[in-house]
């Protein structure tokens, strides 16, 4: 949890879930999802982001895999 964490009026923290569904996105995918991160960082939300990969075949959750490692070591 950031220390600058948003809540609301009676102090619960507000967290959000991004569900992102990819089909054959590994061109876009990277940018999403750093997108995604950078925002809720910038709001000051704790979440996660479910990207969901409906049956791709051109290396998309591969492209997620990596992504997530990198945002994890940041």
Known sequence: MHADTERTPD??????????????????IGATLRDAVTTLDGWGIDGEIVAVDDGSVDGCGGVVRTI???LAEA
């Open 11 to 28: 102090g619960t923290v507000l967290a959000v879930s991004i569900v992102i569904p990819m089909f054959n996105e590994s061109k876009r």
């Open 68 to 70: 997530a490692d990198e």
